[in-house]
T-cell receptor, first 114, second 111 residues
Framework: NAGVTQTPKFRILKIGQSMTLQCTQD?????MYWYRQDPGMGLKLIYY???????DKGEVPNGYNVSRSTTEDFPLRLELAAPSQTSVYFC?????????????FGEGSWLTVV | QKEVEQDPGPLSVPEGAIVSLNCTYS??????FMWYRQYSRKGPELLMY????GNKEDGRFTAQVDKSSKYISLFIRDSQPSDSATYLC???????????FGTGTRLQVTL
């Protein structure tokens, strides 16, 4: 009963380093998303994917890259980390985008850039 | 102006109280309205959704939408300590990329 699994849970990065946040889901969902959540700012969509091989930018894509080689996995790559990328990152998935569509979120990855 | 506005709280109420959580939105194109609950150090989970104006009830929870005033509410009856969480309202026009979240209201239900 895994759902959406994210790793790592916590990470400290130095400015300029790169890293990948891993996300996998076992619900055979077509749609996958990456959000970031900052205090007082709500959830902002970084990238999303409507299926394997298809990705698109969300509201705040700068400084990030994604790929979707399989239905299950949707890693988020941070290149040249900056303090502004200190945030909580949530991966999510859903079967469709129709009315009442349930988006399932992972438990989050806390990233600090120093 | 943010597309979805939500009072961040915190809101503290005694156990058994009726809680009212509210959001306002600016885009009249929004058709679907959702409430997510987020426990500390966890991801959000969908609590309820409604379409257009009206009420929807699910156990102790009632979601209300007034499109004429662009106002959405979540009422929690007989609040319990387990209801202590951050509640996020969200709206969207019908596509995944257009899901817009409020900032969340932190609720604390005390014994």
């Amino acid at each position: 009963n895994a759902g959406v699994t994210q790793t790592p849970k916590f990470r400290i990065l130095k400015i300029g380093q790169s890293m990948t946040l891993q996300c996998t889901q076992d619900m055979n969902h077509n749609y996958m998303y990456w959000y970031r959540q900052d205090p007082g700012m709500g959830l902002k969509l970084i990238y999303y994917s409507v299926g394997a091989g298809i990705t698109d930018k969300g509201e705040v894509p700068n400084g990030y890259n994604v790929s979707r080689s399989t239905t299950e996995d949707f890693p988020l790559r941070l290149e040249l980390a900056a303090p502004s990328q200190t945030s909580v990152y949530f991966c999510a998935s859903s079967y469709t985008t129709g009315p009442g569509n349930t988006i399932y979120f992972g438990e989050g990855s806390w990233l600090t850039v120093v | 102006q943010k597309e979805v506005e939500q009072d961040p709280g915190p809101l503290s109420v005694p156990e058994g109280a009726i809680v009212s959580l509210n959001c306002t939105y600016s885009n009249s194109a929004f058709q679907y309205f959702m409430w997510y609950r987020q426990y500390s150090r966890k991801g959000p989970e969908l609590l309820m959704y409604t379409y257009s104006s009206g009420n929807k009830e699910d156990g102790r929870f009632t979601a209300q939408v007034d499109k004429s005033s662009k106002y959405i509410s979540l009422f929690i009856r007989d609040s319990q300590p387990s209801d202590s969480a951050t509640y996020l309202c969200a709206t969207y026009t019908g596509t995944a990329s257009k899901l817009t979240f409020g900032t969340g209201t932190r609720l604390q239900v005390t014994l």
